[in-house]
């Protein structure tokens, strides 16, 4: 089974800041990686898919990288609504499945 | 704009069957794959299953023995029923559509189940 590791766990920063997220698999899941912002009660909601795609209606400040094992979310400027939680999730082929890193919370500094 | 409803009991007793629904409008359920996910309160999101909606299935290795997921094309539902269930099992149960079994494009608001006697 493959891990995803993210970090760090708590990202304390101010509106207007650069954040930088990481998440870590534990073998290559090629560009098969996607990042979901999750706001208290709510659903996740897909921001980027295949490693660096935003899907539709993500503003460009989102942007996504990385291919094999290490990949970054990056955030250009944090707007007030983007404080929540972003989990990475990535799919493998073998085993076949699906798994989703700890998360990381991006909190108000 | 595709549209998930999860629907089922908010409430299970320890050892029984857990079985929710999730109703797929403003879309087809062909040609996708329709997975079920959950988050205990607090915790981070865990992956349970995807549907195919020919039928084809694949589960999470530590709940397969005790989840079965299926799919009515007729009525563009999809289901879980997980059996057995634990306190551990109490969690916010999400559906969603999977594009290509990689990616969930579309999540359900989930609703709470938890299991207490």
């Known amino acids: 089974e493959i891990v995803l590791t993210q970090s760090p766990a708590t990202l304390s920063l101010s509106p207007g800041e650069r954040a930088t997220l990481s998440c870590r698999a534990s073998?290559?899941?090629?560009?098969?990686l996607a990042w979901y912002q999750q706001k208290p009660g709510q659903a996740p909601r897909l921001l980027i898919y295949?490693?660096?795609n935003r899907a539709t209606g993500i503003p460009a400040r989102f942007s996504g990288s990385g291919s094999g094992t290490d990949f970054t979310l990056t955030i250009s400027s944090l707007e007030p609504e983007d404080f929540a939680v972003y989990y990475c999730q990535q799919r493998s082929n073998w085993p076949p499945g699906i798994t989703f890193g700890p998360g990381t919370k991006v909190d108000i500094k | 704009q595709v549209q998930l409803q999860e629907s089922g009991p908010g409430l299970v007793k320890p050892s029984e069957t857990l079985s929710l629904t999730c109703t797929v409008s403003?879309?087809?359920?062909?040609?996708?794959?329709w997975s079920w996910i959950r988050q205990p309160p607090g915790k981070g999101l865990e992956w349970i299953g995807y549907i195919y909606y020919s039928g084809s299935t694949n589960y999470n290795p530590s709940l397969k023995s005790r989840v079965t997921i299926s799919v009515d094309t007729s009525k563009n539902q999809f289901s879980l029923k997980l059996s057995s269930v634990t306190a551990a099992d109490t969690a916010v149960y999400y559906c969603?559509?999977?594009?290509?079994?990689?990616?969930?494009?579309?999540w359900g608001q989930g609703t709470l189940v938890t299991v207490s006697s």
């Open positions: 403003g879309g087809s359920i062909s040609s996708y794959y």
């Open positions: 295949d490693a660096s």
């Open positions: 073998q290559s899941v090629s560009s098969y």
């Open positions: 969603g559509r999977l594009v290509g079994a990689t990616t969930i494009d579309y």
